[in-house]
């Protein structure tokens, strides 16, 4: 599970070396996501475009990243929209 989430660090520091922004500016938002489940579930603590189904931002997101990006990007998606009760 932890190298699953240390990837998708990876990706994200990925994407901000492409867009000349330092990793850094992640930092607390990476704080505030860990922080969530230690006294929410997991399921309550989603939250973004997936699951509001907010398709505009799904569309702006994908348009920022590369195809494989974007390949991992809408398999999350739909395994949070699939995940939805």
């Given at each position: 599970?932890?190298?699953?989430?240390?990837?998708?660090?990876?990706?994200?520091?990925?994407?901000?070396?492409e867009?000349?922004?330092?990793?850094?500016?992640?930092?607390?938002?990476?704080?505030?996501?860990?922080?969530?489940?230690?006294?929410?579930?997991?399921?309550?603590?989603?939250?973004?475009?997936?699951?509001?189904?907010?398709?505009?931002?799904?569309?702006?997101?994908?348009?920022?990243?590369?195809?494989?990006?974007?390949?991992?990007?809408?398999?999350?998606?739909?395994?949070i929209q699939?995940?939805?009760?």
């Open positions: 599970m932890n190298n699953f989430t240390n990837h998708m660090y990876k990706i994200g520091n990925d994407i901000c070396k867009n000349n922004v330092p990793f850094e500016i992640l930092q607390p938002l990476i704080k505030e996501t860990a922080s969530k489940v230690a006294h929410l579930s997991p399921e309550k603590s989603q939250t973004g475009p997936a699951i509001r189904n907010d398709q505009k931002t799904i569309k702006n997101h994908l348009n920022l990243l590369n195809s494989n990006q974007q390949k991992i990007y809408k398999i999350l998606t739909k395994s699939n995940s939805i009760d």
